[in-house]
C-alpha cells in the first residue's frame, strides 16, 4: 500500500514519521563523520614517512588513491541501494572501511598500505557514502536542500573532530595501534546505524505537502540523464568546482607557510578553520538550492572564488588575515558543491533514481579529485611558486559561470 499524507500509523524510531525522521540527520552526520576521516590522512603521514623511510610523495599515495576508489565506487553503489536496501549497502561499506583501516595497521610497506588504506578504505567509503544522502532525500522531500545539507555536514567536519582525536591516539600509542582502533570503532558505529536505516514507503509524503504533489509528475524529468543537456552542465560545474576546492585544499598549508611565511604550527591549525567554514557552507547551499535555481547558486559558488584567487594572486609575506579569507572561501565553495551537487540532481532528474543519477552525476568529483591533487604540486615544481597556481583556477571558476549560465539549466521531457 502507497502511503499518503492521511496515513498516520507510519512511525520512525517509534515516533509519527514526520517527527523521527529528523533523527535520520544526526544519525546519517555520525556515518559520514567516520568516513570523512579519510581527508585526515595527513595526520597519519608523518609518523608512517618515518617508520617506512617514506617519500612525501609516496606517503601522498594512498590519500589519493582513496580518494579515486571513493569517487569510483560512489556511482556503483548508487546503483545498488535501490536493489539491495540501504541498510545491507551501509553495512558492506562499513566492514569494508574498518577492514582498510585494520589491515592497514600491519602493512609493512606503501605498496600495502595503498591496497588497505587507499583501495578497501576508499572502496568503502564510496559505497556508504551515498546512503545516508539517498534515505534523507527520500524522507524529506519538502525540505531536500536542507536536510541532505545538514547530514553532509558530517563529512566536511570530520577532519576537525577526527583529526584531533587520531593525532591524540597516535601520541599516546603510536599510528599502527591508532589505525586498528579506528578501524574497529568506525566498523562498529556504521554496522549499528545501519540496522536502523530504512526508505519511506513510495511516495510518501509529509501531511503539509499538497496532495497533487503526492506522485512526482515523471513527463517533468528528461527521460535520458546522459541525453540531457543540464546533466552535462551540472557535471561539468561539479569537476569545476570540485577541483579548484581540492586543489586549494591540497596547498593549504605549503601556501601558508611559503607565501604568507607562517609558522608549521600555524599553518596547520588554520586547516580546522577552512574545516569549519567547508561544513557549514554544506547546509547554507543546501539551503539556496532548495529556493533559487541552481545556475544562480553556482555563479555565487565561482564569484566567490574569484574573490579567493585575487587576494592570493597579490597576496605578501605577512598578510595573514588575506591568507585566512582566501582558503575559508575555498573550502567554503568546495563544500558548497557537495550540496549543489545532490540538490540540484533532485531538483532536475525523477527522484525516484536519485541514488543511480547521483552516482553518475559524482563521477564529476572523482575527476576533480584526481587532477585537483596532482596539478597543483606539478605547477609548484614547474614555476617555482604556489602563486602560479591561482591563475588556472581563477579561469576556471569564470569558464565555470559561463557554463552555469548556459547549460546549468533544467529540461523537461517532450514525452
Known amino acids: 500500500m502507497v502511503l499518503t499524507m492521511h ?17 535520520l540527520i544526526p544519525i546519517g552526520t555520525s556515518v559520514l563523520l567516520c568516513l570523512g576521516t579519510v581527508y585526515s590522512w595527513s595526520i597519519f603521514r608523518t609518523p608512517l614517512e618515518t617508520e617506512l623511510n617514506l617519500s612525501a610523495t609516496e606517503s601522498l599515495f594512498p590519500y589519493t588513491v ?28 562499513g566492514l569494508i572501511v574498518g577492514l582498510g583501516y585494520i589491515l592497514a595497521s600491519f602493512a609493512t610497506n606503501i605498496g600495502m598500505i595503498i591496497l588497505t588504506y587507499g583501495v578497501m578504505a576508499g572502496t568503502g567509503v564510496g559505497i556508504a557514502y551515498g546512503v545516508p544522502m539517498v534515505v534523507v532525500a527520500r524522507w524529506f522531500p519538502d525540505k531536500k536542500g536542507l536536510a541532505v545539507g545538514l547530514t553532509i555536514i558530517g563529512f566536511g567536519l570530520s577532519p576537525l573532530i577526527t583529526a584531533p582525536v587520531a593525532n591524540h591516539l597516535i601520541g599516546v600509542y603510536s599510528v599502527r595501534p591508532t589505525l586498528r582502533m579506528l578501524g574497529l570503532i568506525f566498523m562498529m558505529i556504521i554496522l549499528g546505524i545501519a540496522t536502523v536505516l530504512k ?20 513527463r517533468s524529468y528528461p527521460k535520458h540523464l546522459l541525453k540531457s543537456q543540464s546533466f552535462y552542465g551540472l557535471w561539468s560545474c561539479y569537476a569545476i568546482g570540485t577541483l579548484i576546492g581540492l586543489s586549494a585544499i591540497g596547498i593549504s598549508g605549503p601556501v601558508g607557510e611559503e607565501i604568507i611565511k607562517i609558522d608549521p604550527g600555524m599553518a596547520a591549525g588554520s586547516v580546522s578553520l577552512f574545516a569549519l567554514f567547508n561544513g557549514v557552507s554544506r547546509p547554507l547551499f543546501g539551503w539556496l538550492s532548495d529556493r533559487f535555481k541552481p545556475c544562480y547558486v553556482a555563479i555565487t559558488s565561482y564569484v566567490l572564488v574569484l574573490i579567493a584567487c585575487v587576494l592570493m594572486i597579490h597576496a605578501q609575506p605577512g598578510q595573514v588575515v588575506t591568507y585566512l579569507i582566501a582558503f575559508c572561501l575555498f573550502w567554503f565553495c568546495l563544500g558548497g558543491w557537495l550540496a549543489i551537487a545532490p ?39 614547474w614555476l617555482g611558486s604556489y602563486t602560479y597556481a591561482f591563475y588556472p583556477m581563477a579561469l576556471l571558476a569564470i569558464v565555470g559561470i559561463v557554463v552555469a549560465s548556459t547549460l546549468l539549466k533544467r529540461e523537461r521531457s517532450l514525452v
Do not use: H, K
Open 199 to 218: 526508505l519511506p514507503p513510495r511516495n510518501w509524503q509529509p501531511r503539509q505537502m499538497s496532495v497533487a504533489t503526492t506522485v512526482p509528475d515523471l
Open 66 to 93: 582513496a580518494l579515486v576508489f571513493y569517487a569510483a565506487f560512489m556511482p556503483i553503489s548508487g546503483f545498488y541501494i535501490p536493489c539491495i536496501g540501504p541498510r545491507i549497502t551501509m553495512a558492506i561499506g
Open 343 to 381: 540538490i540540484t540532481t533532485l531538483r532536475f532528474f525523477n527522484p525516484e533514481q536519485y541514488a543511480q543519477n547521483y552516482g553518475i552525476v559524482f563521477t564529476a568529483y572523482g575527476v576533480g579529485a584526481l587532477a585537483g591533487t596532482l596539478v597543483t604540486g606539478r605547477i609548484r615544481d
Open 7 to 23: 496515513d498516520s500509523e507510519l512511525t520512525v524510531f517509534t515516533r509519527p514519521a514526520e517527527q523521527g525522521r529528523w533523527l
